[in-house]
């Protein structure tokens, strides 16, 4: 549904990036208010953004003042989302200041509130920006972590805002959620979410590998971070850019997703194994290419049992952490999913019919969700998202007590 959305733009170099995130907002259908600040002017020009949104870009208190702007633009908004938030425009949000239209407006608001942070690694980590942050999410404000990587000038690190089509990503599925994005529910929560297909190597140029895009893996954690929670991505072999707001771990091998799965569930609220991890790998790699040769039978291919990454989380399992598998199947998909479901031993199956153009690499998913406790939730044909927030919202039932801290305060 088209949403009125303000879209904050801070001082900082970033801003040529909220350009694209703009743009991704009005392609879905979305009336967006770009509300720079006077400095993001200098980064971004107000043609620009007048241009890309078809609307006056608003910069100052002192602009239509008999309409009054801050407060009838905060009125009006479903979601006010700021991006690039610089660590200046934080700590003003963080101390109530309302010095120039976008900071009114942000004390104003009774919408969702999205931050898109964009600074220097030594800002982010500072420990004034950390309280600032603290203070904002304690307030129901969805403040994303920012994406590692290349920085202003030759440094690296944390602090790069995130791409601009996750953050617009994000944005959209909390416009989705309406009102009950005002307080992030899974804020406080550290959920961890396994996508993509493993490789297994059978020389330095060769692998077994499988279907799996990481879609329905990235669209979990996409859906959690607009919930509010702390996400750690396991990623095999996903050629999809990072979600917004992620930890990603990338890893190839079936091994690697067990050690890197392990060490990320430890002291998590959730795991969701959405990868595709393969049962087998070749018995033996080897070192160097394997050549055919003239005459010769081809090789036969022995193969070796992987570890069962699920398994070994439900052995290690902390108290009150839930552990969701997936299972694609091509026949008899409830049956097959009962039996894999108590085989496994955890708690919540998302089943899911594969093959002949369905689940592997598209945008909409069907499945049924089995809960240990004989429930079966069926999700309609639909976006991989829709599939994200119902496989939370039975997670978050299967948690023991809401976490301390979010859900009880005045959004902002
Ligand atoms: N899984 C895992 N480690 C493996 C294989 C699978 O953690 N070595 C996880 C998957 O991430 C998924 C669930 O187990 O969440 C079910 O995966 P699936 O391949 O459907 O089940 P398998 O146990 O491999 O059973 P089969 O392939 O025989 O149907």
Same mark, same amino acid.
């Given at each position: 549904?088209?949403?009125r959305?303000?879209?904050?733009?801070?001082?900082?170099?970033?801003?040529y990036?909220?350009?694209?995130?703009?743009?991704?907002?009005?392609?879905a259908?979305?009336?967006?208010?770009?509300?720079?600040?006077?400095?993001?002017?200098?980064?971004?020009?107000?043609?620009?953004?007048?241009?890309?949104?078809?609307?006056?870009?608003?910069?100052?208190?002192?602009?239509?003042?008999?309409?009054v702007?801050?407060?009838?633009?905060?009125?009006?908004?479903?979601?006010?989302?700021?991006?690039?938030?610089?660590?200046?425009?934080?700590?003003?949000?963080?101390?109530?200041r309302?010095?120039?239209?976008?900071? #009114?407006?942000?004390?104003?608001?009774?919408?969702?509130?999205?931050?898109?942070?964009?600074?220097?690694?030594?800002?982010?980590?500072?420990?004034?920006?950390?309280?600032?942050?603290?203070?904002?999410?304690?307030?129901?404000?969805?403040?994303l972590?920012?994406?590692?990587?290349?920085?202003?000038?030759?440094?690296?690190?944390?602090?790069?805002?995130?791409?601009?089509?996750?953050?617009?990503?994000?944005?959209?599925?909390?416009?989705?959620?309406?009102?009950?994005?005002?307080?992030?529910?899974?804020?406080?929560r550290?959920?961890v +979410?396994?996508?993509?297909?493993?490789r297994?190597?059978?020389?330095?140029?060769?692998?077994?590998?499988n279907?799996?895009?990481?879609?329905?893996?990235?669209?979990?954690?996409?859906?959690?971070?607009?919930?509010?929670?702390?996400v750690?991505?396991?990623?095999?072999?996903? #050629?999809?850019?990072?979600?917004?707001?992620?930890?990603?771990?990338?890893?190839?091998?079936?091994?690697?997703?067990?050690?890197?799965?392990?060490?990320?569930?430890?002291?998590?609220?959730?795991?969701?194994?959405?990868?595709?991890?393969?049962?087998?790998r070749?018995?033996?790699?080897?070192?160097?290419?394997?050549?055919?040769?003239?005459?010769?039978?081809?090789?036969?291919l022995?193969?070796?049992?992987?570890?069962? +990454?699920?398994?070994?989380?439900v052995?290690?399992?902390?108290?009150?952490?839930?552990?969701?598998?997936?299972?694609?199947?091509t026949?008899?998909?409830?049956?097959?999913?009962?039996?894999?479901?108590?085989?496994?031993?955890?708690?919540?199956?998302?089943?899911?019919?594969?093959?002949?153009?369905?689940?592997?690499?598209?945008?909409?998913?069907?499945?049924?969700?089995?809960?240990?406790?004989?429930?079966?939730t069926?999700?309609?044909?639909?976006?991989?998202e829709?599939l994200?927030?119902?496989?939370?919202?039975?997670v978050?039932?299967?948690?023991?007590?809401?976490?301390?801290g979010?859900s009880?305060?005045?959004?902002?």
């Open positions: 549904m088209p949403a959305v303000v879209l904050g733009v801070g001082a900082g170099i970033a801003a990036k909220a350009c694209e995130v703009l743009r991704r907002l009005t392609e259908g979305h009336a967006v208010r770009v509300v720079p600040t006077p400095d993001a002017l200098r980064f971004v020009g107000e043609a620009t953004w007048a241009a890309l949104s078809g609307q006056p870009a608003t910069t100052a208190v002192w602009d239509d003042v008999q309409d702007p801050h407060v009838r633009l905060a009125q009006r908004a479903d979601l006010i989302l700021v991006a690039p938030a610089t660590a200046d425009l934080l700590s003003r949000a963080a101390a109530g309302a010095d120039d239209l976008l900071t #009114s407006i942000l004390l104003m608001a009774r919408c969702p509130v999205v931050y898109a942070p964009a600074m220097h690694t030594e800002m982010w980590q500072h420990p004034a920006t950390r309280a600032n942050v603290a203070s904002l999410r304690a307030r129901g404000a969805l403040v972590e920012p994406a590692s990587g290349r920085l202003t000038g030759p440094d690296s690190g944390p602090g790069r805002l995130s791409e601009p089509d996750e953050i617009a990503a994000v944005a959209v599925r909390v416009l989705a959620r309406g009102v009950t994005a005002l307080f992030p529910d899974l804020a406080g550290r959920v +979410v396994s996508a993509g297909g493993t297994e190597e059978l020389d330095p140029v060769r692998f077994l590998g279907w799996s895009s990481g879609r329905q893996g990235y669209a979990l954690a996409t859906a959690a971070v607009a919930r509010g929670a702390e750690t991505v396991v990623a095999a072999n996903v #050629s999809m850019p990072d979600p917004a707001g992620v930890r990603v771990m990338p890893v190839i091998s079936a091994a690697d997703m067990k050690s890197a799965v392990l060490s990320a569930a430890k002291g998590a609220d959730a795991v969701v194994m959405a990868a595709a991890v393969a049962d087998f070749p018995a033996a790699r080897s070192e160097v290419k394997i050549k055919k040769s003239a005459g010769a039978e081809p090789p036969v022995r193969l070796a049992e992987n570890p069962d +990454v699920l398994r070994a989380l052995h290690q399992r902390d108290p009150g952490q839930v552990l969701v598998g997936f299972a694609a199947e026949n008899d998909v409830l049956a097959h999913g009962r039996a894999k479901l108590a085989a496994k031993g955890c708690d919540l199956l998302v089943v899911n019919q594969v093959g002949r153009g369905m689940a592997f690499g598209t945008q909409d998913n069907e499945a049924m969700v089995l809960g240990d406790d004989g429930t079966v069926s999700v309609p044909r639909g976006p991989k829709v994200a927030d119902v496989v939370w919202d039975l978050a039932q299967r948690w023991p007590g809401p976490r301390a979010r009880d305060v005045d959004p902002r």
